[in-house]
């Protein structure tokens, strides 16, 4: 079985970011679970599916296919041949990616995904359920978080450069996360929590490089 570095936290918690940097210094793979979650809220509301029944969205999800290659140290994901880039991170999507995700009949579906990349070699997955339901077994998990402020100044930075929001929308960035996480770890089904075991790191006051070494030097 390949290696797993697992890293949960709340949305904007500085994951991606840090994921991509120790996957770079270790040469593992890197993988964005969250984007999965992403993609099949995005094809649900293509389907104009009621993303508040989770009805219509268990039984949806069960014509969604998506195809997975690696691809510059990552594990790239395609709908349709192609990979869906920018158009999975709208605020439309952030305000229906979490309800979708509390669908257990998608969270089946994306953990076997997840499960099936150790196939493909050693990897750094981040996600909200990764060290406590996904890969509980890994020795390296880490949970990574920050004050909410610091959070919702990382997430409009973001926003702002991909043009979905503009400089003071701070207040509405913060509601949106907040609200995220209040739905992610309320959820039934593999909440957002601290995994057992796994180390924390409050990244408030720490750079990207920090927190990555941090991490690397903790690998086990
Ligand atoms: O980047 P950000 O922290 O904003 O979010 P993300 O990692 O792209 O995840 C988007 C959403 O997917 C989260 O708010 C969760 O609802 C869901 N998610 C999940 O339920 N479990 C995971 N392992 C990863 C993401």
């Known amino acids: 079985m390949s290696n ?14 840090v994921s991509k940097l120790v996957a770079k210094r270790t040469g593992y793979l890197y993988v964005d679970s969250g984007a999965l979650y992403r993609i099949v809220t995005w094809l649900a509301l293509e389907a104009e599916i009621d993303t508040s029944s989770s009805e219509a969205v268990a039984e949806f999800v069960r014509r969604v296919r998506v195809d997975f290659t690696t691809r510059e140290g990552r594990v790239a994901y395609e709908v349709r041949g192609e990979e869906p880039g920018d158009r999975i991170r709208t605020p439309n999507i952030n305000a229906h990616v979490s309800p979708v995700s509390a669908v257990p009949e998608v969270r089946a579906l994306v953990t076997g995904w997840l499960r ?7 990897l750094v997955v981040e996600g909200r359920d ?8 890994s020795p390296n998990r880490f949970y990574l978080d920050a004050d909410p402020e610091e959070r919702a100044r990382r997430r409009l930075k973001e926003d702002v450069a991909k043009g979905f929001a503009d400089k003071g929308a701070v207040e509405k960035v913060k509601e949106s996360i907040l609200n995220r996480d209040k739905i992610d770890s309320t959820r039934k089904t593999a909440p957002l929590m601290i995994p057992e075991g796994a180390m924390r790191i409050d990244t408030t006051e720490l750079s990207i490089d920090e927190v990555a070494e941090k991490i690397v030097s903790n690998i086990k």
């Open 4 to 17: 797993v570095i697992c890293v949960d936290g709340p949305a904007a918690s500085g994951k991606s970011t």
């Open 130 to 137: 990764i060290g406590s339901v996904v890969f509980p077994e």
């Open 116 to 122: 099936g990349m150790r196939s493909l070699g050693n």
